[in-house]
């Protein structure tokens, strides 16, 4: 195995997108950030040189950190930032897995163009369950604000409203050819007839999920958040925030140029439709430059029948070399109601707020990471009475107003014993009204083992429950209206983020963190802190 060293430099960059620019935190310089490539098994060595005058983290995301959450970088969780003119090295193993994550900034809004691919190939000599691809190409999904995107949501946290939509969505750093302001033309993609091509797409932007789909051309699913699947095939893709997904595209025409396409789903009832579409070119090399585009219509945005049929359709692998590990005697069974709620507020304009909350509990971010607070015995910082299940009763199809929208604050963790197994219902409540809830748990996989529309029912669900081949991942679609059940093995000893992956959601509180206790033996306790772990 190897060592990959990178150097992460946090600067400024002025960047122009739709006809105006402004400056973004960048990683050297660069829109998306640069990738990282490493083998299974490998160490990567980031040094993040802070050169800004933000507080900064980044994040590893789906890098399962074992017994290491100091590398795991959510600012507060696991580690303190890492204040302008600091520098810190996440340092660490990517012990057993391979596949497409990715890196973001893990602190405000800052991941808005803080982001990179991070490739883990299988280890040398381990060929993937799939035809070999001639060409392996990232396809990075992302949003992108005319204003800047800290004043956007200090502004909105100001008012106790919800904060401007973004301006457009990218692919690779790019709205598009088709965008109101194209003349950059936007991302192109060149292949050759008969060929066969992997797209490692990822899912970074910060508060929509996103369909995919090329003109023309079909799409073999081969891996979802760096887990291999059943192959199949469809036309369009659904990626959460947080998601990554792998799919072979065969270039089976001969020539021309075909148009790439990503387009928000959202099947809220209130949300308004914005249908921004990024786009890219795919195009046979030889093309003239004349042709003109084969264009694709892209799903209409309240799709939720197309949603589900893609998310029922996905299937751990489950071969003899990858098999599907799926805990069946549950040790902690457990219910999150997942929300959105009112909060009274003085100086709001409605003398309230929108909060975010699980269970009820909105989460209050601690001064000092809570990772430190757990392992130096630092009291006062958190409690571990997260409720286990919902303390009130919910309508939770949304076809009425339940009474109970206040949330209650807190610094509320889950305990876990180490090695026990967990199975966790997430069930949206609509509150205010359904929503879809990208959540990503850190430190783990697990398997999504049923979902539904509607309310959960704990004694006709469970049996319905795939427990062969779920799909094994790190972020959950939990469906607007709807629930989804996962089950996973607490087996990584440390403190572990789990929060919705629309950043608007986060920042509300719709997270919380599981502690998973040291343990005796060697394996079973977080390893000790690096020296150059930053403090607050
Ligand atoms: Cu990709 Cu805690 O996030």
């Not at 489950?318 to 549950?330: H, M």
């Given at each position: 195995c190897l060592e990959r060293h990178y150097k992460f430099n946090v600067v400024l960059k002025k960047t122009s997108r739709l006809c105006s620019s402004k400056p973004i935190v960048t990683i050297n310089g660069k829109y998306p950030g640069p990738t990282i490539y490493a083998r299974e098994d490998d160490t990567v060595l980031v040094k993040v040189v802070n050169h800004v005058k933000y507080n900064v983290s980044i994040h590893w995301h789906g890098i399962r950190q074992l017994r290491n959450g100091w590398a795991d970088g959510p600012a507060y969780i696991t580690q303190c930032p890492i204040q302008p003119g600091q520098q810190y090295v996440y340092n660490f193993t990517v012990t057993g897995q391979r596949g497409t994550l990715w890196w973001h900034a893990h602190i405000l809004w800052l991941r808005a163009t803080v982001y990179g691919a991070l490739v883990v190939l299988p280890k040398l000599g381990v060929p993937y369950p799939f035809p070999t691809p001639k060409k392996e190409v990232v396809v990075i999904l992302g949003e992108w604000w005319k204003s800047d995107v800290e004043a956007v949501i200090n502004e909105a946290l100001k008012s106790g409203a919800a904060p401007n939509v973004s301006d457009a969505h990218t692919i690779n750093g790019y709205p598009g050819p088709l965008s109101l302001c194209s003349s950059q033309g936007g991302y192109k993609l060149p292949v050759l007839p008969g060929h066969t091509y992997l797209l490692r797409i990822i899912n970074a932007a910060l508060n929509d999920e996103l369909f995919f789909k090329v003109a023309n051309h079909k799409l073999t699913v081969v891996e979802v958040d760096a887990v291999y699947t059943k192959p199949f095939e469809t036309t369009t893709i659904l990626i959460a925030p947080g998601q990554t997904t792998n799919v072979l595209l065969t270039a089976d025409r001969s020539t021309g140029k075909y148009l790439v396409a990503a387009s928000p789903f959202m099947d809220s009832p209130t949300v308004a439709v914005d249908n921004k579409t990024a786009t890219a070119t795919l195009h046979y090399r030889g093309s003239l430059a004349s042709t003109s585009t084969i264009l694709t219509v892209p799903p209409p945005q309240n799709a939720t029948r197309l949603a589900t049929k893609f998310t029922k359709s996905l299937r751990s692998l489950?071969?003899?070399?990858?098999?599907?590990?799926?805990?069946?005697?549950?040790d902690h069974s457990l219910m999150f109601t997942v929300s959105l709620g009112l909060q009274t507020c003085a100086s709001c304009a409605n003398g309230n707020r929108v909060v975010a909350d699980l269970n009820n509990v909105t989460f209050v971010m601690p001064k000092i990471s809570l990772l430190q607070a757990h392992v130096f015995n630092i009291s006062g910082v958190f409690t571990d009475d997260f409720p286990g299940n919902p303390l009130m009763p919910y309508n939770y199809t949304g076809a009425q107003q339940p009474t109970n929208m206040l949330t209650m604050k807190g610094t509320r963790l889950y305990r876990l014993a180490y090695n026990s197994t967990v199975q966790l219902v997430l069930q949206d409540t609509g509150m205010i009204a359904p929503e879809n809830h990208p959540v990503h748990l850190h430190g783990f996989n697990f398997f999504e083992v049923g979902r539904g529309l509607g309310n959960f029912n704990p004694k006709t669900d469970p049996r319905r429950f795939n427990l062969i081949d779920p799909v094994e991942r790190n972020t959950v679609g939990v469906p607007s209206g709807g629930w989804a059940a996962i089950r996973f093995r607490a087996d990584n000893p440390g403190v572990w983020f789990m929060h919705c992956h629309l950043e608007l959601h986060t920042t509300w509180g719709l997270k919380m963190a599981f502690v998973v206790d040291n343990g005796k033996g060697p394996n079973e306790s977080v390893l000790p802190p690096p020296s150059d772990l930053p403090k607050c």
């Open positions: 489950n071969s003899v070399t990858y098999p599907a590990k799926v805990p069946l005697k549950i």
